[in-house]
Nanobody, 124 residues
Framework: VQLQASGGGLVQPGGSLRLSCAAS????????MGWFRQAPGKEREFVAA???????YYSDSVEGRFTCSRDNAKNTVYLQMNSLEPEDTAVYYC???????????????????WGQGTQVTVSS
């Protein structure tokens, strides 16, 4: 299984970015997908998840600003990030698991597969 995250970069506060995560080596439509981020000196934290059904979940810090979606035909999950803030600066990781349960989908240890991460820097 390979997860390839891309789309990170440098953006000014208030700007937008769209991250992509292309999956291979798995039956993508059968997997729940998640996005996490890790800032320097901090633990990896949950950002968003999208179930096989398409149902989405978000952390309180990004709710209303970020949108997670998936395209099963392209084996890709997306994270549209709007109204970016300096506090959003981090390495963003995508992750996959065959069957998340509601009580654990916000926990990194629940996911079986991880991508390599893409850097997002929000700065003026």
């Amino acid at each position: 299984v390979q997860l390839q995250a891309s789309g990170g970069g440098l953006v000014q506060p208030g700007g937008s970015l769209r991250l992509s995560c292309a999956a291979s080596g798995l039956t993508f439509r059968s997997y729940d997908m998640g996005w996490f981020r890790q800032a320097p000196g901090k633990e990896r934290e949950f950002v968003a998840a999208i179930r096989k059904s398409g149902h989405t979940y978000y952390s309180d810090s990004v709710e209303g600003r970020f949108t997670c979606s998936r395209d099963n035909a392209k084996n890709t999950v997306y994270l549209q990030m709007n109204s970016l803030e300096p506090e959003d600066t981090a390495v963003y990781y995508c992750a996959a698991d065959r069957g998340l349960i509601l009580s654990t989908l916000r926990h990194a240890r629940a996911y079986d597969y991880w991508g390599q991460g893409t850097q997002v820097t929000v700065s003026s």
